[in-house]
């Protein structure tokens, strides 16, 4: 089952802001809407965003997501250290009755 | 406050089978789907089988269908997988996952070693 593409790393620094990206296709992403995931290292993941711009309670308003198309995208303005970790996109691929992932993004906060 | 416990991972010889159960408390567990999402070691997520509110419709990945088995009992609150014929490459950590893309939460998660 073909996944959903993400960019391996991104690089930014304290206080700036980094926009994450996760491109699918008509059957996945550009239908389904798209999630949205953090994971620090050693913890389980959390939820971030759900159908597109969706977020749960208790989750930062720096945190915003969006898509267009194909493609999802989750901004995260004034980076905090804390920020540093991987992010993995997720969307159910009606054509394949299968939940699909992105492969992560790790973001560096220098 | 949503709780999700795994429990039954252990180290497996390959062709060997493991039995995982995830415990669920905090909200009514027959109304949603679960789901078992797995993570090898420094890999990504891979999605691995999700069941019905009523587990009346399940759902399984290429890489584990006709070998895992995905099923819940509703009075006892708790999801199962059956993993039947384990090879090297299903080692990883098993998550359960309520409502994947809606209300969703994770557990922490079981390690499955498959290795001789």
């Known amino acids: 089952q073909a996944g959903l593409t993400q960019p391996p790393s991104v690089s930014k620094g304290l206080r700036q802001t980094a926009t994450l990206t996760c491109t699918g296709n008509s059957d996945n992403v550009g239908s389904q809407g798209a999630a949205w995931l953090q994971q620090h290292q050693g913890h389980p993941p959390k939820l971030l965003s759900y159908r597109d711009n969706n977020r749960p309670s208790g989750i930062s308003e720096r945190l915003s997501a969006s898509r267009s198309g194909n493609t999802a995208s989750l901004t995260i303005t004034g980076l905090q250290p804390e920020d540093e970790a991987d992010y993995y996109c997720s969307a159910w691929d009606s054509s394949l009755n299968a939940w699909v992932f992105g492969g992560g993004t790790k973001l560096t906060v220098l | 406050e949503v709780q999700l416990l795994e429990s039954g991972g252990d180290l497996v010889q390959p062709g060997g089978s493991l039995r995982l159960s995830c415990a669920a408390s905090g909200f009514i567990f027959s109304s949603y789907t679960m789901n078992w999402v797995r993570q090898a070691p420094g890999k990504g997520l891979e999605w691995v089988s999700s069941?019905?509110?009523?587990?009346?419709?399940?759902y399984y990945a290429d890489s584990v269908k006709g070998r895992f088995t995905v099923s819940r009992d509703n009075s006892k609150n708790t999801l199962y997988l059956q993993m039947n014929s384990l090879r090297v490459e299903d080692t990883a950590i098993y998550y359960c996952?309520?409502?994947?893309?809606?209300?969703?939460?994770w557990g922490q998660g079981t390690l499955v070693t498959v290795s001789s």
């Open positions: 996952a309520k409502a994947l893309g809606d209300s969703e939460y």
């Open positions: 069941i019905s509110g009523t587990g009346g419709t399940t």
